[in-house]
């Protein structure tokens, strides 16, 4: 079963515009975690939020953490064609367990 | 190596055979970890080792699903008379420990079809 959900299942912008994704999950963590994934292939680690942290930063990236409300957000600003792909958070728990959400489609269009 | 390995990177089989899938984590990493994703799903959590031990192995779907890991490294996923909705891409990740800071690494996966 998934931890989390994420929503939108699937988001289609322009370049230069901002692309925002929201993740749910339903467990303690110990962080969160956002990936991209290219051509169903591949998984890359995008950035990984602490639960003590709420918000973090990595150049176009933005993610954001509440934990009263189990919810983490990632803004993509700026976007560009390049940025097309499945994005999926995953979260942590104590013991180290990954679990994904269903992912979000994000396309940009030039 | 620099990155997490695995082969066969496609692997088509027949119903009813066996199947084995290879992970070599990057060299160091305790902690590896195996998925399943099935065309535009997300992955799903099979198993994962800290070093040679199987802490959890609840995502195994059944028990014709198994997995080992020898040395501390090369982890083998293996499929008994398999079916054809065992056909995913068979993700494998490590990283240097549980819940690590930096980031688990992912293999570019096998891609496992069944006929």
């Known amino acids: 079963s998934q931890q989390g959900e994420e929503d939108p299942q699937a988001l289609s912008i322009q370049e230069g515009e901002n692309a925002t994704m929201n993740c749910s999950y339903k467990?303690?963590?110990?962080?969160l975690q956002w990936y991209r994934q290219n051509s169903g292939r591949g998984l890359v680690h995008l950035i990984l939020?602490?639960?003590?942290?709420r918000e973090k930063h990595s150049g176009r990236l933005r993610v954001t953490l509440d934990t009263s409300k189990k919810s983490s957000s990632l803004l993509i600003t700026a976007s560009r064609a390049a940025d097309t792909a499945s994005y999926f958070c995953?979260?942590?728990?104590?013991?180290?367990?990954?679990?994904f959400g269903a992912g979000t489609q994000v396309v940009v269009t030039p | 190596g620099a990155g997490v390995s695995q082969s066969p990177s496609n692997k088509v089989t027949e119903k009813g055979k066996d199947v084995e899938l290879r992970c070599d984590p990057i060299?160091?990493?305790?902690?590896l970890y195996w998925y399943r994703q099935s065309l535009g799903q997300g992955l799903e959590f099979l198993i994962y080792?800290?070093?040679?031990?199987?802490?959890?192995k609840s995502g195994l779907p059944s028990d014709r699903f198994s997995a080992e890991r020898t040395g501390g490294s090369v982890s083998t996923l293996t499929i008994q008379r398999t079916q054809q909705e065992d056909s995913a891409v068979y993700l494998c990740?490590?990283?240097?420990?549980?819940?690590?800071?930096?980031?688990?690494?992912f293999g570019s996966g096998t891609r496992l079809t069944v006929v």
């Open positions: 995953a979260t942590t728990d104590s013991w180290g367990k990954l679990q």
């Open positions: 939020i602490r639960s003590n942290e």
């Open positions: 467990t303690s963590i110990n962080n």
């Open positions: 060299s160091g990493h305790t902690a």
């Open positions: 080792f800290q070093g040679n031990s199987a802490p959890d």
């Open positions: 990740a490590s990283s240097i420990i549980t819940g690590d800071v930096y980031g688990y690494t």
